[in-house]
Nanobody, 117 residues
Framework: QVQLLESGGGLVQPGGSLRLSCAAS????????MAWYRQAPGKQRELVAT???????TYVDAVKGRFTISRDNANNTVALQMNSLKPEDTAVYYC???????????WGQGTQVTVSS
């Protein structure tokens, strides 16, 4: 199974940028589709962006044009570049891996992103 470790969260002013990273270990990285989710206080966890092993990407409408997901299969990492951040982007962000065959999901521990002046 895969283990996931996020980093890069923090406090940023509206309009600012942050880059989240997720390091995967313990399994063959290329057999997982990767994603970022987020959960704001009092709300359900929501999908933010996905990237397949071959690099195909999807985004939730709220972040299109502002966030970019990427992966480095050689280094077993996935990143989320977040630009033009808004207060409503404040949430705990989770890295997610889905096994391509079994569809089993794996989660990181989460990293806090706070957008506030």
């Amino acid at each position: 199974q895969v283990q996931l470790l996020e980093s890069g969260g923090g406090l940023v002013q509206p309009g600012g940028s942050l880059r989240l990273s997720c390091a995967a270990s313990g399994s063959l990285f290329t057999i997982y589709n990767m994603a970022w989710y987020r959960q704001a206080p009092g709300k359900q966890r929501e999908l933010v962006a996905t990237i397949t092993s071959s690099g195909r990407k999807t985004y939730v409408d709220a972040v299109k044009g502002r966030f970019t997901i990427s992966r480095d299969n050689a280094n077993n990492t996935v990143a989320l570049q977040m630009n033009s951040l808004k207060p409503e982007d404040t949430a705990v962000y989770y890295c997610n891996a889905q096994h391509m065959i079994t569809k089993r999901l794996y989660w990181g521990q989460g990293t806090q992103v706070t957008v506030s002046s």
